[in-house]
């Protein structure tokens, strides 16, 4: 089983379409989540951390499901700049960032 | 610039020769990591260096793979006798020690071996 499991999509979804994405992970003893942005060719960027007691920012929602060992990320009112591949990324270490852990990315695209 | 750079930006190079990939990682930033990304697939750890110190490698990391970072700044990633399946995106990034929130990564270094 892979450690960090995402849907690879694609997601097609039309401007203003509200969509969600969600990942599994393997080690119960993860201790830091998060969500990354990355575009064709780019690098990948940090979208949002993961709290247990889920956070927001804007359109943006992310939340935590450490029972069922699951993340999703959820975004409102879709725009055409939303269109990337959303990697889901694992930190199994408490208080420090080492060595995260990448699932292969969901990609979406959000079309007119 | 405060960001996490890399050099070269595309690298082709013929199988069996050498090439060498550097990374300048945001000055502040202690802890400094490499990844390897193909196509359709999320990055791959390879090593990370705390300061001067390589604290963990891959098994991806053959023998052919060496990275240093000699004064605890800038980092180095060679790899010896290049083969097809070398050909990938190279990507470091930097961290602050005691960190939590996640890494900075560089452009990358996209190597083509033919």
């Known amino acids: 089983r892979k450690e960090v499991e995402q849907d690879p999509g694609p997601f097609n979804v039309p401007e203003g379409a509200t969509v969600a994405f969600n990942c599994t992970y393997s080690n119960s003893a993860s201790q830091s989540f998060f969500w990354y942005r990355q575009d064709c060719r780019k690098e990948p960027k940090l979208l949002m951390s993961v709290y247990s007691s889920g956070n927001e920012d804007g359109r943006f929602t992310a939340q935590l499901n450490r029972a069922s060992q699951y993340i999703s990320l959820l975004i409102r009112d879709s725009k055409l700049s939303d269109s990337a591949t959303y990697l889901c990324?694992?930190?199994?270490?408490?208080?420090?960032?080492?060595?995260?852990?990448f699932g292969t990315g969901t990609r979406l695209q959000v079309t007119l | 610039d405060t960001g996490v750079s890399q050099d070269p930006r595309h690298k082709i190079t013929k199988r069996g020769q050498n090439v060498t990939f550097r990374c300048d990682p945001i000055?502040?930033?202690?802890?400094l990591y490499w990844y390897r990304q193909t196509l359709g697939q999320g990055p791959e750890f390879l090593t990370y260096f705390q300061n001067e110190a390589q604290l963990e490698k891959s098994r991806l990391l053959s023998d052919r793979f060496s990275a240093e970072r000699p004064k605890g700044s800038f980092s180095t990633l060679e790899i010896q006798r290049t083969e097809q399946g070398d050909s990938a995106m190279y990507l470091c990034a930097s961290s602050p020690q005691g960190s939590d929130y996640g890494y900075t990564f560089g452009s990358g270094t996209r190597l083509t071996v033919v």
């Open positions: 990324v694992v930190n199994p270490h408490t208080g420090t960032a080492s060595k995260l852990t």
């Open positions: 000055s502040e930033h202690n802890r």
